[in-house]
C-alpha cells in the first residue's frame, strides 16, 4: 500500500485566501483524524471520522475551518479565510478501528506544510 | 485536565551512551499510551503501545515502559540513524483520539 497520501505538501498563501488540504487514507482503514502541528503546541487533533461520518470536532479552532469526508478514500480540510496563525503542518492519519472507545496504531501522511503570509 | 508531559525536551548523546526520555501523564482512565518517532519532514511513525503498568516493549535499542503515571522510553547504546524526535499519547477511554505530547528532540552524535 501506497501509505496516507496527502496533498500538497507545501502552501504559501496570502491572508484571506481559501486553502483546501487533501488526503487519501489508507485503503480498508475505517478512522481518519486531521491534526495540526506546531512548534508552540505540538500535536493537536482538529477532528475525527469513523465510517466517514465525523465524531468529534472540538478541536476545530473555528468557523473558518471545516472537514469533509464524503467516501472512505478521500477528506479534506478547508481554512476560509486563511490568517497568519493558521500556519503549521497539517497531517492527516488513518486508522483500522474494530468498535468504540479504542484506538490502535495512527498511520500518518507526511504533512501539509501552509505559510499564510 | 488531561495532560502529556515530556522531557527533556532535547537530548544530545553520543554514539553508544544510553539514556532514557521520559513521559508522564495525568489522564483519567488511561486506555494505552503510544510512542511515535518523528523525522524532519515527515509524519510520525508508529513504535509501540503499552496498555498497563508494568508491561514493557522492545524493539531494536529501544525499550519502552510503563508506571501508572509514567513511560520511559529507553536507548540503548545509540546510533546516530536514532536522532528523530520522540512523541508520547495517550488513549483516554470514552473516544477514539490520542493526546499527543510535544516531544523530544534526540541527537546522537557519531
Known amino acids: 500500500d501506497a501509505g496516507v497520501i496527502q496533498s500538497p505538501r507545501h502552501e504559501v498563501t496570502e491572508m484571506g485566501q481559501e486553502v483546501t488540504l487533501r488526503c487519501k487514507p489508507i485503503?480498508?482503514?475505517?478512522?481518519l483524524f486531521w491534526y495540526r502541528q506546531t512548534m508552540m503546541r505540538g500535536l493537536e487533533l482538529l477532528i475525527y471520522?469513523?465510517?466517514?461520518?465525523?465524531?468529534?470536532d472540538s478541536g476545530m479552532p473555528e468557523d473558518r475551518f471545516s472537514a469533509k469526508m464524503p467516501n472512505a478514500s478521500f477528506s479534506t480540510l478547508k481554512i476560509q479565510p486563511s490568517e497568519p496563525r493558521d500556519s503549521a503542518v497539517y497531517f492527516c492519519a488513518s486508522s483500522f478501528i474494530p468498535e468504540r472507545d479504542y484506538t490502535g496504531e495512527l498511520f500518518f501522511g507526511e504533512g501539509s506544510r501552509l505559510t499564510v503570509l | 485536565e488531561d495532560q502529556v508531559t515530556q522531557s527533556p525536551e532535547a537530548l544530545r548523546l553520543q554514539e553508544g551512551e544510553s539514556s532514557s526520555l521520559n513521559c508522564s501523564y495525568t489522564?483519567?482512565?488511561?486506555?494505552?499510551l503510544f510512542w511515535y518517532r518523528q523525522d524532519p519532514g515527515k509524519g510520525p511513525e508508529f513504535l509501540f503501545t503499552l496498555y498497563s503498568a508494568g508491561e514493557e516493549k522492545e524493539k531494536e535499542r529501544l525499550k519502552a515502559t510503563l508506571t501508572k503515571k509514567e513511560s520511559f522510553l529507553h536507548i540503548t547504546a545509540p546510533k546516530p540513524e536514532d536522532s528523530a524526535t520522540y512523541l508520547c499519547a495517550v488513549h483516554k477511554g470514552g473516544s477514539e483520539k490520542l493526546v499527543f505530547g510535544k516531544g523530544t528532540k534526540l541527537t546522537v552524535n557519531p
Open positions: 489522564v483519567s482512565g488511561l486506555r494505552g
Open positions: 471520522f469513523n465510517n466517514n461520518v465525523p465524531i468529534d
Open positions: 485503503s480498508g482503514h475505517n478512522s
